[in-house]
T-cell receptor
């Protein structure tokens, strides 16, 4: 399967802990996006990369959130000092080309902060 | 007013019915439009792009009305497997000439036997 993969699928953590998620995009895709989704809501944009450059960050992305894509391939999203409000599905997507191109999503990482 | 608005539903229809969803957008500079489908606890997947002249893919028809600023999705002869949430996505041009994708909250469809 050469789709977008995310790891882990589920993460349960205690408030105040740090968590890190990984996303492996489709190999030739230059753009990588992170979204957050809660039940009954559409995906909320967090940030995106073109190759290794982080081009945009949402205002939703507080100082506790950081994302990297060091070699323009896989990406990590870290949340420091997690809060209960961080509980959500974190979705990664990749695309070839600019905005407006088809997004291929991974299965997501479901985060539960207790 | 939200940038992209959808009726959340749920729409409950019998198999074989025709059902239509609308999605309104507020930014007249919106450039591209898409419908994504999301099954329960799964990731979104592109269903179809929406072209100015309207487009059809099997039982699915998408249309764009720029004057009234809405897009629509029509599903004919609905199947049980069409049960899902349908997300409207709009590519808008921001102040500052930046483009971004805006996602609607989705419309839930349940097709019943």
């Amino acid at each position: 399967d050469t789709g977008v993969s995310q790891d882990p699928r589920h993460k349960i953590t205690k408030r105040g802990q740090n968590v890190t998620f990984r996303c492996d995009p489709i190999s030739e895709h230059n753009r990588l996006y992170w979204y957050r989704q809660t039940l009954g809501q559409g995906p909320e944009f967090l940030t995106y990369f073109q190759n290794e450059a982080q081009l945009e960050k949402s205002r939703l992305l507080s100082d506790r959130f950081s994302a990297e894509r060091p070699k323009g391939s896989f990406s990590t999203l870290e949340i420091q000092r997690t809060e209960q409000g961080d509980s959500a599905m974190y979705l990664c997507a990749s695309s070839l080309g600019g905005l407006g191109k088809k997004l291929f999503f991974g299965s997501g990482t479901q985060l539960s902060v207790l | 007013r939200k940038e992209v608005e959808q009726d959340p539903g749920p729409f409950n229809v019998p198999e074989g019915a025709t059902v239509a969803f609308n999605c309104t957008y507020s930014n007249s500079a919106s450039q591209s439009f898409f419908w994504y489908r999301q099954d329960c606890r799964k990731e979104p997947k592109l269903l179809m792009s929406v072209y100015s002249s309207g487009n059809e893919d099997g039982r699915f028809t998408a249309q764009l009305n720029r004057a009234s600023q809405y897009i629509s999705l029509l599903i004919r002869d609905s199947k049980l497997s069409d049960s899902a949430t349908y997300l409207c996505v709009v590519l808008v041009l921001n102040a500052g000439n930046n483009r971004k994708l805006i996602w609607g909250l989705g419309t839930s469809l349940a097709v019943n036997p």
